[in-house]
């Protein structure tokens, strides 16, 4: 039997709530791996974007694993356990691939690689305050998430009201924050996705990828970028093709329709495409605007 359906108003105070700052609480879920032992943090830091090993106990940051070539391949939320132990959060999807990865690096280093095992999130926003268990950043900017052992009593400590996670996805789009493997494919590099303020370190040492990340940083600039899209309404599907002068310019990766800013997207578009100029998509009139998204 499917899940009933929610309903719309629902969904529209959720966002607005989130969008707003307000205190709101959303079920998700995800997967955990945990790297243990007197090898775990060296061993992090040299594959992954962020300074994982200069994390205090307790605190968390968000980090990307990329290929040699500096290509994203996971996104992932790490929580310093103790001096020797990790928990890495990742999207449910994901798990089995990071685990593959670290395994793949694993050679004579002293640790154990854990996981991934499915786990309920419970993420806040606006300052309700997070109980029950160990805190990570939340998708989107203002929100973290509890890594819950009982989401029903996670919510009810928070005193937030529960909202449903279509709202959290709008707030997502809106505030053109990329979904890994959604709004990035197996070319997509760290400044393309605009994640280099996010989730990379450019004071520790080496990790993998880490040559394309520095250069594209301090010698160059990546030729395309993630940008949001002010699209008509109803809104093309997601796949759709922007054209500029009957080149395409990019591809729309994610669609949200929200009662402040009409129907949105994001998409990476080629640079030469200014803010605020127009493209076709399915033909139909949207414009390209910078993120996070302000009004129309």
Same mark, same amino acid.
């Given at each position: 039997m499917s899940a009933p359906a929610v309903? %719309? *108003?629902a969904v529209d105070e959720g966002y607005a709530r989130i969008r707003a700052g307000e205190r709101a609480a959303v079920r998700g879920t995800a997967a955990l791996?945990?790297?243990?032992?007197?090898?775990?943090?060296?061993?992090?830091?040299?594959?992954?974007?962020?300074?994982?090993?200069?994390?205090?106990?307790? &605190?968390?940051?968000? &980090?990307?694993?990329?290929?040699? +070539?500096?290509r994203i391949l996971v996104g992932m939320r790490v929580l310093r356990d103790g001096d020797d132990a990790f928990t890495l959060v990742v999207p449910d999807a994901a798990g089995d691939r990071l685990t593959a990865l670290l395994e793949r690096y694993h050679f004579s280093e002293d640790l154990e690689?854990?996981? *991934?095992?499915?786990?309920e999130v419970v993420t806040l926003a606006?300052?309700? *305050?997070?109980?029950?268990?160990? @805190?990570?950043?939340?998708?989107?900017?203002g929100t973290v998430d509890v890594i819950a052992d009982d989401a029903d009593a996670t919510i009810a400590a928070s005193g937030a009201p529960e909202v449903p996670a279509e709202g959290l996805e709008m707030a997502r789009v809106a505030a053109g924050v990329p979904r890994i493997g959604v709004d990035t494919g197996e070319t997509t590099l760290v400044q393309e996705a605009g994640l280099?303020?996010?989730?990379?370190?450019?004071? +520790?040492?080496?990790y993998l990828g880490q040559e394309t990340v520095?250069?594209?940083?301090? %010698?160059?600039? &990546?030729?395309?970028?993630?940008?949001?899209?002010?699209?008509?309404t109803p809104p093309p599907a997601v796949g759709g093709a922007?054209?500029?002068?009957?080149? #395409?310019?990019? %591809?729309?990766?994610?669609?949200? @329709?929200?009662?402040?800013?009409?129907?949105?997207?994001?998409?990476? @578009?080629? %640079? #030469? @495409?200014l803010d605020g100029e127009t493209v076709e998509i399915e033909g139909a009139t949207a414009r390209v605007v910078d993120l996070p998204f302000r009004g129309r």
């Open positions: 309903e %719309r *108003p791996i945990w790297v243990e032992g007197p090898g775990a943090a060296g061993f992090l830091q040299g594959l992954v974007s962020a300074d994982v090993a200069g994390l205090a106990t307790g &605190a968390a940051c968000p &980090a990307l694993f990329l290929d040699a +070539k500096g690689i854990i996981g *991934p095992e499915p786990i606006g300052g309700a *305050p997070a109980a029950g268990g160990p @805190v990570v950043p939340g998708p989107v900017p280099e303020d996010v989730a990379v370190s450019f004071d +520790k040492g080496c520095a250069r594209l940083q301090f %010698r160059g600039r &990546a030729n395309r970028r993630l940008r949001g899209v002010a699209l008509p922007l054209l500029r002068g009957g080149r #395409e310019v990019g %591809r729309l990766t994610s669609v949200a @329709v929200t009662a402040d800013l009409g129907a949105i997207g994001l998409a990476i @578009v080629r %640079r #030469e @495409v």
